[in-house]
């Protein structure tokens, strides 16, 4: 395996073991300050920064998993294949965090590694973040306030049920997605990436990136979406749309019984692909301990496997 999937598995490595080393209490829902991971391989976008963020970035740990927020600057940092089993297809990753933060190992680092195994070039997109409260105090009270449901139209939110403000602006984001884009396709001979086979897949707030970038986007020319529990609710579909991979389980509080973007997607004509589990809730990025969910992974592979996405780019 090349040295920058070697080198990042090593970082998770290093932050499991560091996990381990807590408590039990380190694996429940508690928020625990972390040290900022090394980053070795991540690549600067040149986006800019964000207006009226007076905090830095910091790094908490939930469920196990290291978290990033306050992300002023963004990054894309590259998994590659084994070259002997490359196949050019390329997934830019987007982790969930209803844009306040970034759920970097569950929807980010270990997505894009189970992708490099599969031949797949993968590129984690950290994108830049609405400000959160430069304490992790703070943080924690306002992420343990009161919870109401988010609106029946939603597409752009969350990783949890808090309402995003009305009109939410996703510039930033869209401006990183788009430089991750045009920044594979600069790199593309040098990473072996087929540029016609070039997708997106999104966790969560991420998903609703993914669904922003597809339909707001002048510059990305998807050749597939993978839209993983995120907002359901109907869309105006563009006519150059990319199939779509959607998974979201029954028990997610942004399911409710909704298949709007399901439903937007087969009446455009657009070959779209459906997975609703029984069980999995949110934010269960590759699987969690005896959910149905746990098998949307190699649902995906089949999926891209039979639309030819693996097939060697030679």
């Not at 844009?99 to 070039?121: M, Y």
């Not at 609405?130 to 943080?139: A, M, N, V, Y």
């Not at 909704?258 to 692909?273: C, L, N, R, T, Y």
Request: glycine share 10%.
């Amino acid at each position: 395996m090349n040295s920058t999937l070697n080198n990042f598995t090593k970082v998770i490595l290093l932050i499991a073991l560091l996990c381990n080393a807590q408590n039990s209490a380190s694996q429940d829902g508690t928020i625990y300050p972390l040290d900022a991971p090394d980053e070795p391989n991540a690549i600067l976008l040149g986006t800019g920064g964000v207006d009226d963020q007076p905090a830095s970035e910091s790094w908490f740990r939930q469920w196990g998993d290291p978290m990033a927020r306050n992300i002023t600057t963004a990054t894309l940092t590259p998994f590659l294949p084994d070259p002997e089993k490359a196949n050019g297809t390329a997934v830019i990753v987007a982790p969930g965090g209803g844009f306040r933060w970034l759920s970097l190992g569950n929807e980010g680092w270990e997505v894009a590694e189970a992708l490099a195994k599969q031949g797949i070039a993968a590129f984690v997109l950290k994108y830049r973040l609405h400000p959160t409260p430069q304490s992790l105090d703070e943080f924690t009270a306002w992420m343990n306030r009161p919870r109401t449901a988010p609106s029946e139209s939603s597409n752009s939110e969350s990783e949890t049920n808090r309402p995003a403000p009305p009109q939410r602006d996703l510039s930033n984001q869209l401006e990183d997605a788009e430089a991750a884009y045009k920044m594979i396709l600069k790199r593309a001979k040098e990473w072996g990436v087929d540029t016609n086979r070039i997708g997106m897949i999104g966790f969560s707030a991420g998903a609703g990136l993914t669904m922003h970038s597809t339909l707001n986007s002048k510059i990305m020319k998807l050749a597939f979406i993978g839209p993983i529990y995120g907002g359901m609710g109907a869309v105006e579909v563009p006519k150059n749309a990319p199939p779509m991979f959607n998974v979201i389980a029954s028990d997610d509080f942004l399911f409710r019984g909704q298949f709007g973007v399901i439903d937007s997607w087969f009446k455009a004509g657009i070959p779209v692909e459906f997975h609703l589990y029984q069980n999995g809730g949110h934010g269960f990025g590759l699987g969690n301990p005896n959910r149905t969910s746990n098998r949307w992974f190699d649902a995906f592979v089949h999926w891209l496997d039979v639309n030819e996405f693996l097939k060697d780019k030679k």
